[in-house]
């Protein structure tokens, strides 16, 4: 699905990322952990097309997408929930989901898509017509995810989607992560809660300093010491 070749990313000249390569199969979810300031959100907009200081290939089904815009690359299949949700605070919950079936390949189907959406998030359908600038911290989250999902993505991108969130929302969420992905959704997923999200994965990699320095399966990163010492600090 994913295939991330020899990816270097910069801001002006200041180097973020070297060489990164990785993967996510189709149906699969992929983790990324690391520290903060690793360069795992940097990785994350270079693959949605929002950085384009970038070098390296970036294949969705095999086609490089690493120089085209972003709108583009969401044509392809991807979508992005990023970090700290950004919904548009004073238009209602419909509205903002609407805007993610702009697409012209969503469009049509927007109707399901919509009820896709309600299905996996009761709360939406219920504060439809609120403003979202009245939903609480978990509910923004919720409807962060529906809007990249009314695109109909086959690779969805999270951007530390439990960033803030009391327990019981991070259970919610990672339980939609799921369900989006038994529907045959691909995740690539970044998050600073590394035991939840390698209990959900079923590979994983650990970025440090803009370099992937480890990857395999969950299992072998959660147990591993490297993983332990520097995002875990033990």
Known sequence: MLEVAGL???YGHARALWGVDLTVGAAEIVTVIGPNGAGKSTLVHAIAGLLRSI???ILVDGTDVATVAPHQVCASGVAIVPEGRRVFAHMSVR??????AHRRGARAGH???????YR???RLAERAGQQAANL???EQQMLAIGRALMARPRLLL??????????VVVDEVFEAVEAINGEGVSVLLVEQDVERALAASSRAYLLAEGRIVLGGPA???RDSDEVRRSVLGQ
Do not use: I, Q, T, W
């Open 55 to 57: 070098k390296g290939r």
């Open 95 to 100: 509205d903002n989901l609407l805007l993610g």
């Open 219 to 221: 299992r072998e990163l």
């Open 158 to 167: 999270l951007d530390e989607p439990s960033l803030g969130l009391a327990p």
């Open 120 to 122: 996996l998030f009761p």
């Open 8 to 10: 270097d990313a910069y």
């Open 111 to 117: 109707r399901e898509a919509l009820e896709r959406v």
């Open 136 to 138: 609480s911290g978990g």
